[in-house]
């Protein structure tokens, strides 16, 4: 397990460190849907690594993805209703 | 009686059982903060969907170069401490502690960095409060902006902080378990926790510097 982690770690940096610099270079483009989209999918694909690889989660057993599991979909559920409950109201801001 | 039966608390049977209780505990605390910042990044998001105009615009006012800088600092010191935590499991102290050295002289590097910025940001009257000099369209959102922001960077900085502050008494343990081994030193658990403040970098530099446009 050690060996293999410790394998990661480089490559797992480096793709770190590009996917920042994408993200850096996307923010240089004109603000709009595409830009935020893409800039969003590069995070999500940052913190996905510092998770499995960083932070070992990918060689974690079953209990640890269930506490990984369990996190995200509280969150989920945090957003999901707080989102519906201000996106839902009739008001102007 | 051998190093692993000295280093094994009573309630566990043995090491690998002790590493696990711990590991699994840490991930459970992570995930209380991943709810504790994710409060944060959920109010961000709101309010960003309801003044969007003007907090594109209030961020562009923030310091992009230093917050990039330190996304790579802060990446660079997770680096350190992954290979620390492999090296801890190989029972190659000095490397260990060289790593955790650097992993945290860079942990420092970024709280110094962000300390210049907030000093710019007080500068350019950009802190909440009296003294929000903020010069462009829609001010009180965009003091609704940077409320968020100083909360959001304000919180991980404090935990940057914890971290240092773990790191330097892990490099004293370790130090001490070169001569005597008496307790588990728990390297790994605390790489956990330090890789878990660079993940929540990594939402705050995008949401807060980089959808703004530069």
């Known amino acids: ?93 | 009686m051998t190093e692993a039966a000295i280093l094994v608390h009573e309630q566990f049977d043995d090491l690998a059982q002790q590493r696990r209780a711990s590991t699994f505990g840490m991930w459970v605390f992570l995930g209380t903060e991943l709810m504790f910042f994710g409060g944060v990044f959920l109010a961000y998001t709101v309010y960003r969907l309801i003044h969007h105009d003007a907090f594109v615009e209030a961020a562009r006012h923030l310091d992009t170069t230093i917050g990039s800088i330190n996304t790579f600092v802060l990446l660079t010191s997770s680096f350190f401490c992954s290979v620390a935590v492999s090296m801890f499991e190989s029972r190659k102290r000095a490397p260990t502690l060289l790593l955790l050295g650097l992993t945290l002289l860079f942990g420092i590097v970024f709280l110094v960095a962000k300390g210049f910025e907030y000093q710019e940001d007080w500068r350019h009257g950009l802190v909440p409060g009296p003294a929000f000099a903020y010069s462009g369209p829609e001010r009180e959102q965009a003091e609704l902006f940077f409320i968020l922001y100083f909360i959001a960077t304000g919180l991980h900085a404090v935990h940057l902080l914890v971290g240092i502050v773990l790191i330097a008494v892990l490099m004293v343990l370790v130090m001490l378990s070169w001569f005597r081994p008496r307790r588990e030193v728990a390297v790994g658990t605390f790489g956990l926790y330090w890789h878990f403040v660079d993940f929540i970098w990594i939402f705050i530099f995008p949401l807060f510097y980089l959808l703004g446009g530069t």
């Not at chain 1, 982690?5 to 923010?27: K, M, N």
């Not at chain 1, 060689?59 to 506490?67: A, C, E, F, T």
């Open chain 1, 1 to 93: 397990m050690t060996g293999s982690a410790r394998a990661f770690s480089l490559p797992t940096f480096i793709s770190l460190a590009v996917l920042a610099g994408g993200s850096i270079l996307l923010s240089r483009l004109p603000p709009g849907p595409w830009r935020t989209a893409l800039i969003l999918l590069l995070t999500g694909a940052q913190g996905l690594l510092i998770m499995l690889n960083f932070m070992r989660a990918r060689l974690g057993g079953r209990v640890i993805w269930i506490v990984v599991g369990a996190s995200f979909v509280w969150l989920g559920i945090l957003f999901a209703l707080s989102l519906g409950d201000y996106l839902s109201r009739q008001v102007v801001w």
